[in-house]
């Protein structure tokens, strides 16, 4: 759920919740959001970050949520690092290896296109794909 607070034509400032940023798209632009005051369907996003929740009341910062949200993909990021074989750009072909019995299994990482994985996949080969981010910013 996202909250956004919204403003018709003559003003009138109003928080409205939304099942995510395109429901609120679609629904404004039908003309099916309309201000609690006036009745105006003419309804723009006023300037405000948007706010996300879990629940009723559980209103919590994006921008939190992003730190929180890099913290855990760094945090895996280090644990696949220690824990794995870096392949590179061998990991299609690694995979195959390990997944044939060409070579004793282990863990491994490194870089493959979305097409390659797709394969991988399609032949059974266990993979996963993970969300990696820059150490920096
Ligand atoms: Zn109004």
Redesign the pocket.
Known sequence: MILFEL??????H?EAWFKDGSTYDSQAATGGVA??????TGVEKAPMAPRLAKGRGAALDLQAAAGEMRKVLGEFKRQVQQGCDYVGERFPEEARKIHYGDVEARPIYGEASAEEAGKLEEEGVCLRRIPWIDDGN
């Open positions: 403003r018709c034509t003559r003003q009138h109003f201000c609690p005051v006036c009745g105006d």
